[in-house]
Nanobody
């Protein structure tokens, strides 16, 4: 079964940290570009970070220096380490995977991250 499953979301205080993980099944994981997106209430979904099959990373300006994306192909997982969290980081975070050909574009179900005191 082809799917992406996120975990690791939750409630954290401002300045705190969380690590999200996304496990993949049913795909040739190592060849996929993997990414994290987020969607806050009333806003459009936006790119947070992506990592290619060659481990090239791209970050949105608003997370540079605070978030780190990494992948472990042997685990078939991609992670998002989030430090120095701010209330404006509150959103549902989605895992995304795009095949090398671009033919397949997969989404997870999302995991809620809430940053609040």
């Amino acid at each position: 079964q082809v799917r992406l499953v996120e975990s690791g979301g939750g409630l954290v205080q401002p300045g705190g940290s969380l690590t999200l993980s996304c496990g993949a099944s049913g795909i040739s994981f190592s060849g996929y570009t993997m990414g994290w997106y987020r969607q806050a209430p009333g806003k459009q979904r936006e790119l947070v970070a992506i990592i290619t099959s060659a481990y090239t990373k791209t970050y949105a300006d608003f997370v540079k220096g605070r978030f780190t994306i990494f992948r472990v192909n042997a685990e078939r997982k991609v992670y998002l380490r989030m430090n120095s969290l701010k209330p404006e980081d509150t959103a549902v975070y989605y895992c995304n995977g795009v095949s090398e050909s671009g033919e397949f574009n997969l989404w997870g179900q999302g995991t809620q991250v809430t940053v609040s005191s």
